[in-house]
Nanobody, 122 residues
Framework: VQLQASGGGLVQAGGSLRLSCAAS????????MGWFRQAPGKAREFVAS????????YYADSWKGRFTISRDNTKNTVYLQMRSLKPEDTAVYYC????????????????WGQGTLVTVSS
């Protein structure tokens, strides 16, 4: 499966963005999906994940309440709605897919997409 993240860009602090992750080559309707981010000079870190049905989600504490992960299996796409953005949210955001485990807290993913850059200005 190929994953393509999009929707990044430059936004002012307090603004919102919605990232999309479009999958091709294979349906993701039976996969667990996740979003990760890598800020400049820092390691990649987990943001959020969602079960294959969308019925279960899991967030890192840092983004709980401001970010919302969702999916549309009919479009083979996963989304990350980001609100009340802060300069420290500046990072490259990556989506990932895993077909092996249904556990949303599972940290390992099989497939990774290219990232999309989000820049939040103060």
């Amino acid at each position: 499966v190929q994953l393509q993240a999009s929707g990044g860009g430059l936004v002012q602090a307090g603004g919102s963005l919605r990232l999309s992750c479009a999958a091709s080559g294979r349906t993701i309707s039976n996969s667990r999906m996740g979003w990760f981010r890598q800020a400049p000079g820092k390691a990649r870190e987990f943001v959020a994940s969602i079960s294959w049905s969308g019925g279960s989600t899991y967030y890192a504490d840092s983004w709980k309440g401001r970010f919302t992960i969702s999916r549309d299996n009919t479009k083979n796409t996963v989304y990350l709605q980001m609100r009340s953005l802060k300069p420290e949210d500046t990072a490259v955001y990556y989506c990932a897919a895993d077909f092996r485990s249904y556990v949303v807290k599972e940290p390992f993913y099989e497939y990774w997409g290219q990232g999309t850059l989000v820049t939040v200005s103060s």
